[in-house]
Nanobody
Framework: QVQLVESGGGLVQAGGSLRLSCAAS????????MGWFRQGPGKEREFVAA????????RYADSVKERFTISRDNAKNTVYLQMTSLKPEDTARYYC???????????????WGQGTQVTISS
C-alpha cells in the first residue's frame, strides 16, 4: 500500500521560508513523478509543482515560480518543496501526490498524502 507522509508545515511570517518533505513508501519511488498541491481556505485544490522520476524535469504554477523549488532524493524516497519569499496568499494545506507514471505529463496522481498546514502571517 502506497503511503505519502508530509511534514515541515508551520506558521511563518511573510517573507520567510519553509521546506516541506514528503516521505513515500509502498512502491518504487524512483519510477514515479511526484507533485505538490495545495488547498487554501475556501478554495479548490490547485497544482503547485511537479518533478519527473529522475528530477530532470520540473513544472511550477505561475504563482510560485522563482519562489518555490521542488526536488527529490530517490535514495531517501523523499520529495521536497523549498518555499521562499512566502506570502499570506500561500496559506494552505499542502498535499504531496504520486503520479501513476514517470512523468507528470500524460499521467494522473493516484496517491495522495494527508497534507501539512502552512500558515503565513502578514
Amino acid at each position: 500500500q502506497v503511503q505519502l507522509v508530509e511534514s515541515g508545515g508551520g506558521l511563518v511570517q511573510a517573507g520567510g521560508s519553509l521546506r516541506l518533505s514528503c516521505a513515500a513508501s509502498g512502491r518504487t519511488f524512483s519510477s514515479h513523478a511526484m507533485g505538490w498541491f495545495r488547498q487554501g481556505p475556501g478554495k479548490e485544490r490547485e497544482f503547485v509543482a511537479a518533478v519527473s522520476w529522475s528530477g530532470q524535469y520540473t513544472r511550477y504554477a505561475d504563482s510560485v515560480k522563482e519562489r518555490f523549488t521542488i526536488s527529490r532524493d530517490n535514495a531517501k524516497n523523499t520529495v521536497y518543496l523549498q518555499m521562499t519569499s512566502l506570502k499570506p496568499e500561500d496559506t494552505a494545506r499542502y498535499y504531496c501526490a504520486s503520479y501513476s507514471g514517470p512523468y507528470f505529463d500524460g499521467y494522473e496522481c493516484d496517491y495522495w498524502g494527508q497534507g501539512t498546514q502552512v500558515t503565513i502571517s502578514s
